[in-house]
């Protein structure tokens, strides 16, 4: 259950750190493509709030039977994870407010009960709690303290731990020293991470509009082994030496992964970036060859699967425009708590029915959803509706 989280979290992390990269591309004048990206790198600086819209797929292909005959007909499978997220950058410190939207995590809970044995009436109640809960989920980033919103209760995390509840500290291992200032400053620099140093076969490939406004849609390869070294690099000058070196002992592992890899920009004629779209294609031989050398396990039983795609598309709207973002009403529950031996999700699965009493939809016996502390925020130019 944790990695099912894992995935879920790691892929709006994911959408997350591309925006941090990419927001600083712009347009102007008759320049060139790659001309347009590194002269707009400085227009970030200009945009101090922002909503984005994000998008994210992940598609799988293949034969999962090998993997365990419980799994058959489970691919091909799909996973996505859209909705919303206010941002502000006035601060040093990570402030933001969004919702999380899942599709597809159902089929993915029916086989990891499946593959423990025969299912029955209160493991499948379990799951379909799960999955409610997990299905829109809010979460605020507030004077380092995280805050997400899973079936109706507010669990509250120190930033920095949240990956480690959730299965994934390996994120921010290496973090806290460093200088996010710093790291904004050289993505805005052209010379250590311009179009030069992390794109190829840059082009520009026609005009369209977003939400209402005109922009030049921009195309590109994007080359993983030299952002990978920029990006650690980077991180080096900025005090993350930790995180840098973690970076690059897997670049060479990483980059065999990444079979393409694509990025499209919508710019409008202010120079801002209105939306990027990121396209990678992982080669799934390469993912299980790493994995067992990693863990020494046998894992022959993934050559069934052909392909794992995952699509990123993120899009830009009410620049500079004013956010209330504050702290939760109401009780606020530990997110530690959530993922405990005795009381977590873990246990739902595994049919505790003590776990199924604690782990009701609204920590009160309700649904209702609550306002304090999200975004009241409606726009009708934003491509995905997003509630929170």
Not at 53 to 82: Q, R, T
Not at 138 to 165: N, V
Not at 255 to 266: A, D, F, N, R, T
Not at 303 to 326: P, Q, V, Y
Request: glycine share 12%; with cysteine; aromatic share 4%.
């Amino acid at each position: 259950m944790k990695k099912v989280v894992a995935l879920a979290l790691g892929a709006v992390l994911l959408a997350a750190l591309l925006f941090s990269m990419l927001a600083a591309v712009g347009c102007g004048g008759k320049e060139s493509p790659a001309e347009l990206i590194d002269k707009s790198m400085q227009k970030s600086k200009d945009s101090k709030t922002k909503h984005l819209d994000y998008d994210v797929k992940l598609d799988i292909k293949g034969d999962a039977s090998a993997l365990g005959p419980e799994l058959e007909g489970m691919l091909p499978f799909s996973l996505g994870i859209s909705g919303g997220v206010d941002i502000d950058n006035r601060s040093d410190k990570a402030k933001a407010q969004g919702n999380i939207k899942f599709s597809g995590l159902d089929k993915i809970f029916q086989a990891l009960a499946g593959s423990q044995g025969s299912v029955d009436a209160q493991t499948t109640l379990g799951i379909d709690m799960i999955g409610s809960s997990l299905s829109d989920m809010q979460f605020i980033l507030l004077d380092e303290k995280a805050y997400i919103k899973m079936g109706g209760s507010w669990y509250e995390t120190d930033a920095s731990s949240a990956g480690s509840a959730a299965g994934v500290s390996g994120l921010s291992s290496g973090a806290a020293n460093i200088d996010q200032n710093c790291i904004q400053s050289a993505i805005q620099d052209p010379n250590k991470f311009g179009s030069g140093k992390i794109m190829t076969d840059i082009q520009e490939a026609d005009e369209e509009k977003i939400n209402g406004t005109d922009t030049r849609h921009l195309k590109a390869n994007l080359d993983i082994d030299k952002t990978l070294t920029e990006m650690a690099s980077i991180l080096r000058d900025c005090g993350g030496a930790e995180s840098a070196g973690g970076l690059e002992a897997g670049k060479s592992e990483l980059s065999k992964m990444v079979k393409s890899k694509s990025i499209e920009m919508w710019i409008d004629k202010d120079g801002n970036l209105l939306q990027v779209k990121v396209d990678v294609e992982l080669d799934p031989a390469a993912i299980s060859q790493t994995a067992g050398a990693l863990s020494g396990a046998d894992t022959s039983s993934a050559s069934g699967l052909e392909s794992i795609a995952i699509s990123i598309k993120l899009t830009i709207s009410d620049l500079n425009k004013d956010m209330n973002i504050s702290k939760p009403e109401g009780n606020i529950l530990k997110l530690e708590d959530l993922f405990g031996d005795s009381s977590g999700l873990g246990s739902i699965l595994g049919g505790s029915s003590s776990s199924l009493d604690e782990f009701d939809m609204g920590g009160d016996g309700t649904s209702t959803s609550t306002t304090g502390g999200t975004s009241t925020r409606s726009s009708t130019s934003s491509q995905n509706t997003s509630s929170y």
